[in-house]
């Protein structure tokens, strides 16, 4: 049975931190003018994505034979503080637009103009890069409200964006 020493000396470099992250997005062929170096400042929580692989239940004689299907990737979210400029969410707002324009439902055609590669990045205490994960085709979905309120001091205004996208690669460096 494992004691605790065994389970510190396993647990090198004091474990992965949440905290300790970075997302790049790149801006699509289309130029929304996202300020990237800003939105990984601004860019306050996002996750690692998941992917699922479903499951084929086959029936045979009273029973289900369960077989792997298809893997499905399901949308990324990212939060982000909204700057007294808002740039960052302008940017997004720009982005969405070309993809399918407010007033006249119109847009963009070809899924190479809007959809770009993403990154987050998991670091180390010394910001190194020990895992990375490359999110492939990626576009906006849905710009999250922002809520106003006069009961709300000191606090920075805060929205999501969720992502639809094709698949991703993970890297790992260290």
Same mark, same amino acid.
């Given at each position: 049975?494992?004691?605790?020493?065994?389970f510190?000396?396993?647990?090198?470099?004091?474990?992965?931190?949440? !905290?300790?992250?970075k997302?790049? @997005?790149?801006n699509?062929?289309?130029?929304?003018?996202?300020?990237?170096e800003?939105?990984?400042?601004t860019c306050?929580?996002?996750?690692?994505? =998941?992917?699922?692989?479903?499951? @084929?239940?086959?029936?045979?004689?009273?029973?289900?034979?369960?077989?792997? =299907?298809?893997?499905?990737?399901e949308?990324?979210?990212?939060?982000?503080?909204?700057e +007294?400029a808002q740039?960052?969410?302008?940017?997004?707002?720009?982005?969405?637009?070309?993809? !399918?324009?407010?007033?006249?439902?119109? =847009?963009?055609?070809n899924?190479?103009?809007?959809?770009?590669?993403?990154?987050?990045?998991?670091?180390?205490?010394?910001? !190194?890069v020990?895992k990375s994960? +490359?999110?492939?085709?990626a576009?906006?979905?849905?710009?999250?409200?922002?809520?106003?309120? %006069?009961d709300?001091? +000191?606090? @920075?205004?805060?929205?999501?964006?969720?992502?639809? %996208?094709?698949?991703?690669?993970?890297?790992?460096?260290?």
């Amino acid at each position: 049975m494992a004691n605790v020493d065994e389970f510190k000396a396993r647990l090198i470099g004091g474990g992965a931190r949440a !905290n300790l992250f970075k997302v790049i @997005i790149n801006n699509p062929p289309i130029g929304a003018g996202l300020n990237t170096e800003l939105l990984s400042f601004t860019c306050k929580g996002a996750q690692l994505p =998941g992917s699922v692989v479903a499951q @084929i239940d086959v029936p045979f004689r009273g029973r289900q034979l369960k077989v792997a =299907g298809d893997r499905t990737f399901e949308n990324w979210t990212i939060t982000a503080f909204n700057e +007294d400029a808002q740039d960052v969410r302008s940017a997004f707002e720009s982005w969405m637009n070309s993809i !399918n324009e407010h007033v006249n439902n119109v =847009g963009v055609k070809n899924p190479r103009d809007y959809q770009a590669d993403l990154i987050v990045q998991q670091l180390d205490r010394q910001e !190194n890069v020990t895992k990375s994960y +490359d999110i492939r085709g990626a576009f906006p979905v849905n710009i999250g409200a922002i809520d106003l309120s %006069y009961d709300t001091n +000191d606090a @920075i205004e805060e929205f999501t964006v969720e992502f639809a %996208y094709q698949y991703w690669e993970s890297r790992t460096t260290s």
